[in-house]
């Protein structure tokens, strides 16, 4: 089985998973698989001081292919 989904989350500064949405998935249960896949690599490595000086929080988005 083959699909994508562009998956956008935000990250804070202490490296919580904020958000998670999807857009344009080739299914439902891709853009669930997506929304589990991001969710299960929180928490992501805290900002360094030198980051957050310049932000509190990350927005990524992504296409995510499998």
């Not at 699909?3 to 998973?17: D, H, I």
């Amino acid at each position: 089985m083959k699909g994508s989904t562009v998956v956008k989350f935000t990250v804070s500064e202490s490296g919580a998973l904020e958000s998670v949405s999807t857009e344009q998935a080739t299914s439902p249960e891709f853009a669930q698989y997506a929304v589990r896949l991001v969710s299960s690599l929180a928490p992501f490595e805290p900002f360094s001081a030198e980051m957050k000086k310049r932000t509190d929080r990350i927005e990524v988005v992504t296409r995510i292919e499998y």
